[in-house]
């Protein structure tokens, strides 16, 4: 406290030019009391007021004010830390969000309430992994749509993506576990192991269409034989985040929705890649004749050449 929290004062050496900040301040032994404070004297004989009682300038009362003021951007606030305990962090926040909204309208002008911490940390990585996710479709339908020459046979691998993505929420669901990052992680592998599995299938059934058979037939051999490959792929990885899943040991419940995402994830993909994918395979090529895909004959009959004897 003192004179410089009302308007600075400097004064200047005249020995040497530098100029040198002044704070009045009245020794604290002589405030003990209300009384005492508000015979204080203030201003001067020179001054348009002349001199003139704290007690006729201001009105003094005891109060309450926080003994630490914190600031954000230079702009003073008033921190409220509350923890999360018993619940998930964004049912909590749908609980706030209402009493906020009503808090903001009371608000007087040039005041702001907002909502930071891991609020505002799992809002950001949300939307990083929203975007990360359309950008990680979009560029493996490009690299499939450059490795199968065809704009047709990629599509057919990513209809088994919405199963998996609807097996994810499923997993979450029937095991009472929210949306997190960690879940968000686990659909991420699940689509990865997903378009692995369709992959195999579309890539026999291209083979077995090259081979002369109908689009029909190609499609049920693919789906035939590469059955225990597809289910030993999606077996091996749902028993490896099995304990996971279950959340056992010190912490393990903070990585459970990433194990219960893919084993639910998995087992949705998995039927959609042997009975869908094979169903939309046929479909698409239904139009094509038998052999359609296989390779060019070096030679036609027209360009045979005859060996005529004399």
Request: glycine share 10%.
């Given at each position: 406290?003192?004179s410089?929290?009302?308007?600075?004062?400097?004064?200047?050496?005249?020995?040497n030019?530098?100029?040198?900040?002044?704070?009045?301040?009245?020794?604290?032994?002589?405030?003990?009391?209300?009384?005492?404070?508000?015979?204080?004297?203030?201003?001067?004989?020179?001054s348009?007021?002349?001199?003139?009682?704290?007690?006729?300038?201001?009105?003094?009362?005891?109060t309450?004010?926080?003994?630490?003021v914190?600031?954000y951007?230079?702009?003073?606030?008033?921190?409220?830390?509350?923890?999360?305990?018993?619940?998930?962090?964004?049912?909590?926040?749908?609980?706030?969000?209402p009493?906020?909204?009503?808090?903001?309208?009371?608000l007087?002008?040039?005041?702001?309430?907002?909502?930071?911490?891991?609020?505002?940390?799992?809002?950001s990585?949300?939307?990083?992994?929203?975007?990360?996710?359309?950008?990680?479709?979009?560029?493996?339908?490009?690299?499939?749509?450059?490795?199968?020459?065809?704009?047709?046979?990629?599509?057919?691998?990513?209809?088994?993506?919405?199963?998996?993505?609807?097996?994810v929420?499923?997993?979450?669901?029937?095991?009472f576990?929210?949306?997190?990052v960690?879940?968000?992680?686990?659909?991420?592998?699940?689509?990865?192991?997903a378009t692995a599995?369709?992959?195999?299938?579309?890539?026999?059934?291209?083979?077995?269409?090259?081979?002369?058979?109908?689009?029909?037939?190609?499609?049920?051999?693919?789906?035939?034989?590469?059955?225990?490959?597809v289910?030993?792929?999606?077996?091996?990885?749902?028993?490896g985040?099995?304990?996971?899943?279950?959340?056992?040991?010190?912490?393990?419940?903070?990585?459970?929705?990433?194990?219960?995402?893919v084993?639910?994830?998995?087992?949705?993909?998995?039927?959609?890649?042997?009975?869908v994918?094979?169903?939309?395979?046929?479909?698409?090529?239904?139009?094509?004749?038998?052999g359609?895909?296989?390779?060019?004959?070096?030679?036609?009959?027209?360009?045979?050449?005859?060996?005529?004897?004399?």
């Amino acid at each position: 406290s003192g004179s410089s929290q009302v308007q600075p004062m400097y004064w200047l050496n005249p020995k040497n030019g530098v100029q040198y900040l002044m704070n009045v301040r009245v020794p604290q032994t002589a405030i003990e009391s209300l009384a005492a404070l508000k015979a204080i004297s203030s201003g001067s004989a020179g001054s348009p007021g002349g001199v003139q009682l704290l007690a006729n300038l201001a009105s003094i009362h005891r109060t309450m004010v926080p003994p630490i003021v914190s600031h954000y951007n230079v702009m003073p606030v008033i921190d409220v830390l509350a923890g999360v305990s018993g619940r998930d962090l964004g049912g909590a926040l749908r609980a706030i969000d209402p009493i906020l909204a009503k808090a903001r309208r009371q608000l007087p002008r040039g005041s702001f309430l907002t909502m930071r911490g891991q609020a505002e940390t799992m809002a950001s990585s949300f939307g990083g992994i929203a975007i990360g996710l359309v950008m990680a479709a979009v560029l493996i339908y490009l690299l499939l749509v450059v490795n199968f020459q065809s704009w047709s046979d990629p599509f057919i691998i990513i209809t088994a993506l919405p199963g998996a993505l609807a097996g994810v929420a499923w997993g979450l669901f029937l095991t009472f576990t929210t949306l997190s990052v960690p879940a968000l992680m686990g659909a991420i592998m699940s689509l990865g192991v997903a378009t692995a599995n369709s992959v195999l299938v579309v890539t026999f059934a291209r083979i077995h269409l090259q081979e002369g058979m109908t689009p029909l037939a190609a499609a049920w051999e693919a789906g035939v034989g590469r059955l225990r490959p597809v289910l030993m792929t999606a077996l091996a990885m749902i028993i490896g985040m099995a304990p996971l899943a279950l959340g056992l040991g010190e912490g393990g419940e903070q990585n459970a929705p990433l194990g219960r995402a893919v084993i639910g994830g998995l087992a949705v993909a998995t039927l959609a890649t042997l009975f869908v994918v094979p169903v939309v395979f046929s479909l698409l090529h239904r139009q094509e004749p038998a052999g359609s895909h296989g390779r060019e004959p070096l030679s036609s009959p027209s360009s045979e050449t005859r060996e005529e004897k004399p």
